[in-house]
């Protein structure tokens, strides 16, 4: 969908500004008039939670999607989603978009087109990254792609390979696969073990490690292993499982991590230089099936990056990692919000002087697998589930407006420009509390309501179809037909 409209929006109940007008002018059911004189809209409520500090609600952004991995905003506020599958999706309103020209991808266990991230300098140079599972050598390895995104042709060019793990092994499983850029603009990745735990501790093997790249794939100078005899120079840090987290401050540049532990023993770090975070020398964990001890626990060695916290005896399987930097839920600011897939719920953490000081568990069950989580520029949360009819979902709080529903308001601008068709009067007499929303399909929406309803809005609907007053849901990409008194999909 395209949105046009006058930023400035009704703060008064339709009834007061047209009624006794809108019969005699409009052909208006009496089931719609009941509604716009005040009766309950159509539309069912059930999508409002309560956390310990906030009331928000889930708004549903595009579904069904198919195992999508990752989320990348663009400056637009639209979206880059990719699939497991193989599919990266451009989402704008309405259907979402496949982009072609996309690196070669095995598909198979964990793996796939994994993670997504849009290069510092986006704007300037439309550069993105991805991260996907891929057969070389032999095996299945982890690897990282750049190329510039072409939305106008709906594809992506200049597509080079900047980093393969040596090595590969076959399986498909733990590929671990997190992009994020520091301050510096220096990239980092992560890597899982591939499933053969001992290499997590060789400095000859990338399998278990958190790599740091120069933007184009070179290896930075004063990464902590360079020089240092046998050793990757692409190492930062070492003694990883699989981490499907990963977030970098982008003013005081700490460098945040979680992963995936055994049976239990999931984790949350602070990343050091050079360090060892244990695996499978030490660690929460225990193996499946026995539950018996996996070398030593973190806290018993000198040797050993402790983590902030872990979660056990059950694995949450976190994914997806954020800190919250919006205004749209201020309790929130500052805090940590962590996907689990095994436990199907949005674990938020409250962090201070690099310390964990209290966690909440949100949407437990409500969702399914949560696969990542993202703050997006206007400051509200955005998760993927992880699903073969999952979906990316939009957090935020119950006194949102309708509105905030709307995708692209960078494009709002006068509508009194539009084509007004036989309701040209509506603008004349109400012109600060209506405005027009274009579709693709050729209909023109005149909406005339917002009032107190956070869940949508009445509109009185011109197309080539015929013309009759509607009610749309943006959470669900639904509207009611008062004339033939069904919902239907936009």
Known sequence: MRYFGYPRFPRLPVRRVHKGLLNAALPLPAAAAALLLGAAPPVLAGNTYQSEVHEFRVATVVAPLAHPWAIAFLPDDSLLVTERGGRLLHHKGGRPTPIGGLPEVTATGQGGLLDIVLHPDFPDNHWIYLSQSTSYDGGIGTTVTRARLDLENRRIEDLHTIYRMPHPPGGGQHFGSRLAFDPDGYLFVTIGDRGE??????????HGKLLRLHEDGSIPNDNP?????????????????????????????????HEHGPRGGDTLMLIRRGANYGWPVATYGTEYGTDAPIGDLPHERDDIEEPLTWWGPTSIAPSGLTRYSGTALPEWHGDLFIGALVQEHIRRVVVADGSVEHEEDLLRGAYGRIRDVRTSPGGFL?????????????????AASWWSDLPGQEGWRDSSAEPQV???????????WVFTLAIDSGAWLWIVQEGADPFGFHAYRHSAAGAGWIYVAPASRQYYDYGTGAWQEY
């Open 197 to 206: 735990r001992n290499m997590a501790q060789r400095l000859d093997r990338a």
């Open 382 to 398: 955005y998760f993927a589930t992880d699903h073969s009819d999952g979906g990316v979902y939009r957090i935020e709080p119950v």
């Open 422 to 432: 036989d309701i040209g009067w509506v603008f004349d007499a109400y012109w600060p």
């Open 225 to 257: 292993f360079v020089g240092v005899d046998g050793a990757l120079p692409e190492i930062y840090s070492y003694g990883h499982r699989n981490g499907q987290g990963l977030y970098i401050d982008s003013v005081s540049g700490e460098i945040w991590k």
